[in-house]
């Protein structure tokens, strides 16, 4: 698969070399390194280090070139960002898009993602060598981000499919999974206990066990909460049998 290592932000003519090191920021805090400027107006600058607040390694192995064809050279795929919708002939993606696509690129493919000028965005002759144009779906009536969150965007949408050590809804946890016949231990058990403490009368059920099915379906437990489950259904049984 494609690593976050195979693709280069290219910022082209920034103007406010603040917006270099907050650019700087964005990726780093997405995991992403490899930064190329086309003509930067004023770098480096003291106020680019001073945004970049600790993603400075960025900034220093950042490349400074004289051409956008210099800056994709060797890329195999070029995503322009424009935040105007131009009617060209260019298919335009939202970041999400463009993600699942580069995902279909081959294993080396390196890709490029060429953003604009703060006033003015990319040229048509930029533009040109874009293969893909991305936008971000915004205001429509207040469209433009600034660069560095353009940028993050970006960064953000790379980042939740090509880290590995992404598994959305589970960061920093280690749920061990629970098998059905453990659950169908833990709904005899809930039965059980539940006669017993007078709460389920097994002569009239209802569909109070098909009901907690469905609860703990979605609740989808894991083995350490599998476990309080029963411990609290036995903490019912002691009370009830003193
Ligand atoms: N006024 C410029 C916008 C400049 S913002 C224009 O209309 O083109 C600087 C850069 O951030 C843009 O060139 C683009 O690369 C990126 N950007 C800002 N907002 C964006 C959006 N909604 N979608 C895609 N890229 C955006």
Same mark, same amino acid.
């Given at each position: @698969? ?5 693709? =280069? &932000?290219?910022? /082209? ?19 992403? %390194?490899?930064?190329? +400027? $086309?003509?930067?107006? #004023? *770098? ?6 001073? =945004? ?6 960025? +900034? ?18 070029v995503y322009g960002m424009s935040a ?6 260019v298919p335009v993606v939202n970041p999400r898009e463009a993600v699942?696509q580069i ?10 993602i060429v953003f ?5 965005? +990319? ?7 874009c293969?893909h144009l991305i936008n971000i779906p915004?205001?429509?009536? !207040? %469209? %433009? ?5 353009a /940028?993050?965007v970006c960064? *953000?949408e ?12 589970? $960061? ?5 999974? /629970? ?7 833990? !709904? %005899? ?9 007078? &709460? ?5 059920? =209802? ?21 309080? @489950?029963?411990? #609290? ?5 002691? *009370?009830?049998?003193?």
């Amino acid at each position: @698969m494609t690593t976050l290592d195979n693709i =280069r &932000f290219v910022l /082209v003519g920034t103007t406010h070399p603040g917006n270099i090191g907050a650019a700087a920021r964005a990726m780093k805090t997405m995991g992403l %390194s490899n930064l190329h +400027l $086309v003509t930067p107006k #004023i *770098y480096p600058d003291a106020q680019a280090t001073a =945004r970049a607040s600790g993603a400075d390694d960025v +900034l220093a192995k950042a490349t400074v070139h004289d051409s956008l064809e210099s800056a994709i050279a060797g890329c195999h795929q070029v995503y322009g960002m424009s935040a105007r919708l131009r009617h060209l002939p260019v298919p335009v993606v939202n970041p999400r898009e463009a993600v699942a696509q580069i995902q279909q690129a081959g294993d080396d493919a390196q890709i490029a993602i060429v953003f604009g000028r703060e006033h003015s965005g +990319l040229s048509n002759d930029e533009l040109d060598k874009c293969q893909h144009l991305i936008n971000i779906p915004a205001n429509p009536d !207040y %469209s %433009s981000l600034n660069l560095a969150a353009a /940028v993050q965007v970006c960064a *953000y949408e790379l980042k939740m499919t090509f880290d590995p050590s992404i598994e959305v809804g589970r $960061v920093g946890e280690n749920r061990e999974a /629970v098998a059905a016949d453990d659950m169908e231990h833990l !709904y %005899s058990h809930f039965e059980q206990s539940l006669t017993e403490i007078g &709460f389920l009368d097994p002569e009239n059920p =209802r569909n109070l066990m098909r009901r907690l099915r469905r609860l703990f379906n979605r609740a989808d437990l894991d083995r350490n909460e599998l476990q309080i @489950m029963h411990g #609290i259904l036995r903490a019912a049984e002691t *009370y009830k049998g003193k």
